[in-house]
Every structure is written in C-alpha cells, then in structure tokens.
C-alpha cells in the first residue's frame, strides 16, 4: 500500500513524471546520503582526523552501484 500519492502505482503519473519518480527513490536518497559521508570523510582528511588514504577508499567505494 502507498504512503502518498506519489507513491502508488496507480495515481503517481498524475502528479509526476517516471524521470521525477526517479530523482526521489530510495537509490537517489541513499546515493545522496553517501554523497555526503563522501565529502565528510574528505573534510575529515583535509583536518587530518582520518588518513587521506581511508579519504580515497571512502570515495572510490561511495557508489550505490557497489553494493
């Protein structure tokens, strides 16, 4: 059962588009949240709190495609 409008299957072309339905997915959510641990790991190097090498993995992994 659907929470919104938006998302139920039946009534969410009225409202939005396939491409929109895609921007606020639960991927595009959790890809922007790893976005974020991304660049606060990248902060975090820059202070030095973590090694800049942990900085890099942290970035080369932050890929929801990876999981």
């Known amino acids: 059962m659907a929470s919104?409008?938006?998302d139920s299957v039946l009534?969410?072309?009225?409202?939005?588009?396939p491409e929109m339905k895609e921007c606020f997915s639960d991927k595009a959510t959790i890809q922007s949240w790893i976005d974020i641990w991304k660049a606060l790991?990248?902060?975090q190097a820059e202070h030095g709190v973590i090694p800049?090498?942990?900085a890099e993995e942290i970035v080369r992994q932050g890929d929801i495609n990876h999981i």
Not at 11 to 17: K, Q, R
């Open 4 to 6: 919104t409008m938006i």
């Open 41 to 43: 790991a990248l902060t």
């Open 11 to 17: 009534f969410y072309p009225m409202f939005t588009t």
């Open 52 to 54: 800049r090498e942990a």
